[in-house]
């Protein structure tokens, strides 16, 4: 069974991947990538950041996000939008001029809505902000935050909304998936955007796991930010382990894929998955946690792990 055919018949909107231009190269990668009834919905994993799309300020470039764009809709996958604000990969003019409010709050305006304008009508869901939050549920300190306070949020918001009224705009962040400190830093900061009528449709959870150490409560979690009047996704997943695999380690990360697929298949308002490539050859993990790697469903060579299995009983199957 096909994992996209698969969400779809059990309820949800789409099963996807990330994927990144630099492997667009691989064509024996993009005879399953382009495969629709495997990927219904497609993340740009690098292509649509700050530093890609304006490197110089009021200067757009959209090669690479083009290039994803035009992909996903050749083969008939929506597309999640990746991401709009982040402390992280931001051009040095960002981080280095000298903002006012009123000017960051104008180059915050420009760029999310020249961004989100520039696919308007063609993308299902904005990250529009990324990573808000530290671990113990304060606020980043970043050039966003330190110049704005909190008000950078709605900014952005509504910025993205005026562009494409018709894309869902969420916030997305990891280490938010089980109830916590980080977490309820999240939902209390829909309810207070909700209360303020600032346009807001959606919160991602990243889901990068560590091998055995998901948190518990992921669907009771869930259910308080559907209950919110929010969807919510699984944006970013993958669950990593120290290498090298061990048929034991492959056996509990497909049970670790099956815990948090199947939360989502157990709450209506989760409305999709996307894995953060779905390849170990083109994972993040091991160039970023030394000895780390082995977190997709797919290995190096394109063949189908126990995790593959994992996510399809979670659906249901
Ligand atoms: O673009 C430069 C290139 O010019 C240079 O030659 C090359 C040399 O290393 O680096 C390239 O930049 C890399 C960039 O990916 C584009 O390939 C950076 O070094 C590398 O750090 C960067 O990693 C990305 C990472 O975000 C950065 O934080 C990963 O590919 C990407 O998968 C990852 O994705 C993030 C999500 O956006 C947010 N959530 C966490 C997730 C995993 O970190």
Redesign the pocket.
Known sequence: VKLHTLAKSKGKLYFGT?T?N?ELTDTAYDAILDDGAMFGQITP??SM?WDATEPTQGTFTWTGADQIVDLAQANGQILRG??CV?Y??LPSWVTSTTWTAATLTSAIQTHCGTLVGHYKGQIYSWDVI??PFNDDGTWRSDVFYNTLGTTYVQIALEAARAADPDAKLYIND?NIEGPGAKATAMLNLVQTLKAASVPIDGIGF?S?FIVGELPSGIQTNFEAFTAQGVEIAIT?LDIRMTLPSTPALLAQQKKDYTTIISACQAVTGCVGVTV?DWTDKYS?VP??FSGQGAACPWDENFIRKPAYDGIAIGFGN
Do not use: F, L, R, V
Request: charge should be negative.
């Open positions: 990330a990144d630099p994993g690098n950041k990746h991401n982040w992280n990969q990324n990573e990891y990243q990068h970013e953060w993040w160039s970023t």
